[in-house]
């Protein structure tokens, strides 16, 4: 079935279905573009929500990261930051693949169709000119054969009249032979029209218009053909982005499965642990008898401690210690001295590091010059050697000074981690070595880094490290490695209890980081020590 056999005689009907078909065509590209700014709108607005909630840098919010449960919900806030995205995605896709192709398809169906439209109407303009010329002719042909008659109706009527002369008869069937050729004429010209107009009708209706009709059929379907393709892209662009959005869904819930209460409090631990001891119980002051207050101070003060929670917030030792008390906040030095022992041995930890990747920096630009140099030297139409002496130089005086300041922060460090031990160890010492310490406290003075300050008085910590290192190494003499480490930098192991080590140097690991920052390592000779953590690289056996 077709519309050219079927629908021949229904112009006004398929002229009307196919301009309907354009559209809602019109009308599905204007829903897909609709659709489009919507989801722009909506990715549009995640993109503000999530970066509405983003820690801006350096706030508070920030530094809260390390916490499992805020860092969750910065990775759900990138997930729907993604997920944005694939809504911009299935905008632009919609977009491209619909909105503009059927809108170019759509201009092409409307030339085409008014092409087709156009030449039905010539066509019936042709039809419709043979047909006047067809009734023109069969006027005339009507008119000549009612002259004709009349003519010769007249040549008979004068044959009859007696008074008519012969030339009068004779004249009046001349007009009438005339008439009668005129008419003969006129009527196989009216033959000749109506054949041509059959013949026209004929393929007007047969051939001409069918195939017009089957052309604008033709250009239906494929207009249908082509819309069904659009709606199925409106499922489709939105399905192939579906396997990201999954992702982005599965993120979501990686981060709510990745919320570790245990490690937070962990975390919140390792990042306030002050490493201070709870205060004691408040010495009876009895002024009857005239006490010096000032002995009764804890002895391991007076050999040189980090200050303590009390000392810190300026509070008088006298007074208890409120948990919940307003703290001023303390005056920011160098080496950290402001902070409790446990965080101002991981600042200083931390300064290390910073500090040696800089000089490792400095050591390989000034390696990649003296490399550079050497090549001048040898090959001087590529460069002046004299040009890179400033360069040198600089680099020069950059080592030097973070070699200072290196050894500046090591000091630093080696005195923390000796004053916390002091304070981790104090309860563990011998009644002996604390009453020594009391005595030599109110004898001897000492200066404010916990050193003897005259030249042959026994230092009191010295022996404090020699009673307890004592003890230790004994009870240590069968405990077996349980890992090896690398030494990254030089260190010189001053102070006791620790270890010279050299860089690159390699030792056995005896006991693991506690928290403070210190590993214990044995030489292949047997001797054993501290060395900062943070200097070598560890690892340990499974």
């Known amino acids: 079935m077709d519309w050219g056999t079927d629908l021949w005689d229904q112009y006004d009907i398929i002229d009307k279905h196919t301009q309907s078909g354009l559209e809602l065509v019109e009308k599905y590209v204007k829903f897909v573009k609709e659709r489009t700014e919507i989801e722009q709108n909506y990715a549009k607005q995640l993109r503000n929500l999530t970066k509405k909630y ?253 200050k303590g929670p009390l000392e810190l917030l300026g509070k008088n030792r006298s007074k208890p210690f409120w948990l919940f008390s307003k703290k001023s906040k303390p005056t920011v030095t160098e080496d950290f001295g402001h902070l409790p022992p446990e965080q101002r041995r991981k600042r200083l930890q931390q300064k290390l590091h910073d500090i040696g990747k800089e000089l490792q920096k400095e050591v390989d630009q000034s390696e990649a010059l003296e490399k550079m140099k050497d090549v001048y030297e040898k090959n001087p139409q590529m460069g002046d050697p004299a040009s890179l002496s400033p360069q040198i130089n600089q680099t020069a005086q950059n080592m030097e000074r973070l070699r200072l300041e290196l050894s500046k922060y090591e000091s630093w460090l080696t005195e923390a981690g000796r004053r916390g031990d002091l304070m981790l160890k104090r309860d563990t010492l011998p009644e002996d070595a604390l009453s020594y310490r009391s005595h030599s406290n109110n004898n001897e003075p000492y200066s404010p880094d916990g050193t003897h300050s005259e030249e042959g008085t026994p230092d009191p910590s010295q022996a404090i490290y020699a009673e307890f290192d004592d003890d230790f190494e004994e009870e240590e003499e069968l405990v077996a490695p349980i890992g090896q480490c690398t030494a990254m930098y030089n260190f010189p192991g001053a102070s006791e209890g620790t270890i010279t080590m050299q860089e690159g140097e390699v030792l056995s690991v005896v006991e693991e980081d506690k928290g403070d920052g210190w590993t214990r390592v044995r030489r292949a000779n047997g001797n054993e020590g501290y060395i900062p953590t943070s200097y070598v690289s560890i690892s340990l056996s499974k």
């Open 54 to 306: 983003n820690p801006k840098r350096g706030c508070k919010e920030e530094q809260e990261c390390r916490f499992s449960n805020h860092q969750s919900f910065l990775d759900i806030l990138n997930e729907m930051n993604d997920y944005a995205g694939q809504r911009e995605l299935i905008a632009e896709n919609m977009m491209m693949n619909i909105c503009i192709e059927l809108t170019k398809y759509l201009q092409e169906l409307k030339m085409e169709r008014k092409t087709h439209l156009s030449e039905a109407k010539k066509s019936q303009q042709s039809l419709e000119s043979t047909y006047k010329q067809l009734d023109s002719s069969k006027k005339r042909f009507e008119r000549e054969w009612r002259e004709a008659d009349k003519a010769a109706q007249y040549a008979e009527k004068t044959d009859q009249d007696i008074n008519a002369t012969k030339a009068d008869v004779e004249k009046a069937k001349q007009q009438a032979n005339m008439r009668t050729h005129i008419a003969e004429e006129c009527k196989n010209d009216y033959a000749a029209q109506l054949q041509k107009y059959n013949k026209e009708q004929s393929q007007f209706y047969f051939s001409d218009m069918p195939l017009i009709f089957n052309k604008l059929q033709d250009m239906d379907e494929r207009r249908v053909r082509k819309l069904a393709q659009g709606y199925v892209l409106f499922s489709d662009t939105e399905r192939h982005v579906m396997p990201i959005i999954g992702k982005c869904l599965e993120g979501v819930t990686k981060a709510g499965t990745n919320v570790n209460e245990r490690n937070d409090s962990i975390a919140l631990i390792e990042q306030y642990k002050s490493g201070f001891e709870r205060p004691g119980d408040l010495d009876f002051e009895d002024y009857s008898q005239g006490i010096n207050r000032a002995s009764s101070d804890s002895s391991l003060g007076t050999l040189g401690t980090p």
